[in-house]
């Protein structure tokens, strides 16, 4: 099996996009991830975005860069990216997941939000791929 990249980023939700237009970007997103193989999440708190995307290296950048350039947010930030042997969110096309701060490892998120909103990377990537499992993992739980 080939290795599944994982790119994590934070933005600036666009102050113009509505609940609604958001709520069907989400679903046409979710559509057209899973037609082609691509699982993640997004969370959306006090007018910031966290994504995750996770598929195919190629496939990945190619989305990043189009989502990158999407004006319904700006302050664009890759927070963590690289590979690993496993989807986190096998089951998920984009999910729409709330930050529950009951959950593990979802104050170390919230600090990877804290950078987005200040446009900074997060200091320690190394620590990313742990943070997430742990939250996915319980997000994923939590949804099921
Ligand atoms: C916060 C955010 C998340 C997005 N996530 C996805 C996604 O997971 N998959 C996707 O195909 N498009 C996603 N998009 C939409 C893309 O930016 C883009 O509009 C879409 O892929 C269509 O590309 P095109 O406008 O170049 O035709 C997202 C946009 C935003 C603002």
């Known amino acids: 099996m080939s290795p599944i990249y994982h790119l994590l980023y934070t933005s600036r939700r666009a102050e113009s996009l509505t609940e609604k237009q958001l709520v069907d970007l989400i679903k046409w997103s979710a559509d057209w991830n899973a037609q082609h193989h691509i699982t993640g999440f997004l969370i959306e708190r006090e007018g910031y975005f966290m994504q995750l995307i996770e598929g195919k290296e190629d496939e990945i950048i190619t989305l990043f860069t189009r989502i990158e350039s999407d004006p ?17 969110v096998p089951d998920w096309h984009m999910e729409r997941v709330k930050l529950d701060l009951s959950m593990p490892s979802s104050a170390e998120l919230l600090e990877v939000y804290r950078r987005g909103r ?3 990377p997060y200091t320690h990537r190394e620590e990313i791929m742990r943070i997430l499992e742990q ?9 099921s």
């Open 72 to 88: 319904r947010h700006d302050d664009v930030i890759i927070q963590a990216e690289g590979t690993s042997n496993a989807r986190l």
């Open 118 to 120: 200040e446009a900074l």
């Open 135 to 143: 939250f996915t993992s319980a997000a994923r739980k939590k949804s």
